[in-house]
């Protein structure tokens, strides 16, 4: 979205209330399926947390698009390790 209201010379409010207007459209369809919308912490760090065991690897770069877990020495995807961390955080949120 900020990339988008750049590119089109949009100001910072218009990607905000995009990314709003998504969300509750997101929200909206998933009630209307039974589902649920579960929002996590921003900050939470979903690619620095090791699926696996826990581990936060604090040195990760944003360049590292693969790394290997120092305390249970799994590879991780820096995406497909976050994808894993958001989908459990979102079900411990749901059961909480
Ligand atoms: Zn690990």
Redesign the pocket.
């Known amino acids: 979205m900020q990339d988008m209201s750049q590119a089109l010379n949009f100001g910072k409010s218009v990607a905000d209330n995009g990314w709003g207007m998504f969300n509750a459209f997101l929200s909206y369809k998933l009630a209307d399926q039974g589902k649920q919308f579960v929002k996590i912490d921003k900050w939470y760090p979903s690619s620095k947390t ?1 699926h ?4 936060i690897y604090k040195e990760l770069q944003l360049s590292e698009r693969t790394w290997t ?6 590879m991780h995807n820096r995406d497909d390790n976050a994808s894993v961390n958001i989908k459990n955080k979102g079900l411990e949120m749901l059961s909480a």
């Open positions: 090791c696996i065991c826990g581990d877990c120092p305390k249970c020495n799994t």
